[in-house]
């Protein structure tokens, strides 16, 4: 199966690169020829260049992990956001429909608006508050409406090799004597490596549609914190803070 992969620079890309190869040195079942990018070398906003270069390479399916992801620049850089989240999306499914091949869109829990108490499932309606959100949302949208061989899997708190919370903490204790995190924001951590299985063995079927992939269990930035500076055997003042008093641009 002929993969092409985009932001493969990213924390999941670097990591679904990984499996991959794990897999064909294994030489069991499926092997997989990779065709791995980043904007260096295929800009998913330039239309044309997205159709030459799937043209060229004809995967089976790509998996699109490229995304613009500062999620409060994104609130004054709306255009940006816009057109690599969902202008970017788009081009990618359109070009694969057009070869008849598969989509793999990554999202995010964004999409929701987050005030709900229970667990949000794929049939859920959108209602995003912030414009990484509102991009990501119509991101799927396009997904959806321009190639019924699309898988959209929402995904939420990512940590891997790369740039996360998890890399965060870690930067933050060596340059302070105290740690603030919120408290009230909570979410499902969710490892890259976990992940990646989960996406690869999706596009190996025809289960089209919507999916929600996120670790189980729950906590939030504070407690997740906490628990990372635990298992590091770093011992540090950690105090709660609410969302408001962190005053971040994009509403959460």
């Given at each position: 199966?002929k993969?092409?992969?985009t932001g493969?620079?990213?924390?999941?890309g670097?990591?679904?690169?990984?499996q991959?190869?794990q897999?064909?040195?294994k030489?069991?079942?499926?092997?997989f020829d990779?065709?791995?990018?980043?904007?260096?070398?295929?800009?998913?906003?330039?239309?044309?260049?997205?159709r030459?270069?799937?043209?060229?390479?004809?995967?089976?399916?790509?998996?699109?992990?490229?995304?613009?992801t500062?999620?409060?620049?994104?609130?004054?850089?709306?255009?940006?956001?816009?057109?690599?989240n969902?202008?970017?999306?788009?081009?990618?499914?359109?070009?694969?429909?057009?070869?008849?091949?598969?989509?793999?869109?990554?999202?995010?829990?964004?999409?929701?608006?987050?005030?709900?108490?229970?667990?949000?499932?794929?049939?859920d309606?959108?209602?995003p508050?912030?414009v990484?959100?509102?991009?990501?949302?119509?991101?799927?949208?396009?997904?959806?409406?321009?190639?019924?061989?699309?898988?959209?899997?929402r995904?939420?708190?990512l940590?891997?090799?790369?740039?996360?919370?998890?890399?965060t903490?870690?930067k933050?204790?060596?340059?302070?004597?105290?740690?603030?995190?919120?408290?009230d924001?909570?979410?499902?951590p969710?490892?890259?490596?976990?992940?990646?299985?989960?996406?690869?063995?999706?596009?190996?079927?025809?289960?089209?549609?919507?999916?929600h992939?996120?670790?189980?269990?729950?906590?939030?930035w504070?407690?997740?914190?906490?628990r990372?500076?635990?298992?590091?055997?770093?011992?540090?003042?950690?105090?709660?803070?609410?969302?408001?008093?962190?005053n971040?641009t994009?509403?959460?």
């Open positions: 199966m993969v092409l992969i493969c620079q990213g924390q999941l670097r990591e679904l690169i990984r991959f190869g897999i064909n040195q030489g069991q079942g499926h092997r990779l065709v791995a990018t980043d904007v260096g070398g295929l800009d998913i906003t330039d239309t044309g260049q997205v030459t270069v799937v043209e060229k390479e004809r995967p089976e399916v790509i998996i699109n992990t490229a995304a613009y500062k999620v409060d620049a994104c609130e004054t850089e709306e255009v940006k956001a816009f057109w690599i969902a202008h970017g999306a788009r081009n990618l499914s359109v070009a694969t429909y057009d070869i008849g091949a598969k989509i793999l869109q990554v999202s995010t829990d964004y999409v929701f608006n987050g005030m709900e108490k229970s667990p949000r499932r794929e049939y309606p959108l209602n508050l912030n990484y959100g509102r991009s990501k949302a119509l991101g799927e949208q396009l997904v959806i409406a321009t190639n019924p061989r699309h898988f959209v899997v995904t939420a708190w940590y891997g090799e790369g740039h996360n919370f998890v890399q903490i870690l933050l204790v060596a340059e302070k004597k105290e740690l603030k995190v919120v408290k924001q909570v979410g499902s969710t490892s890259t490596v976990d992940l990646a299985r989960c996406i690869i063995d999706l596009i190996q079927t025809e289960h089209y549609g919507i999916y992939g996120t670790c189980e269990g729950e906590c939030s504070y407690e997740f914190a906490r990372i500076l635990e298992l590091k055997g770093i011992n540090i003042k950690v105090t709660p803070i609410s969302s408001r008093e962190l971040q994009a509403k959460r």
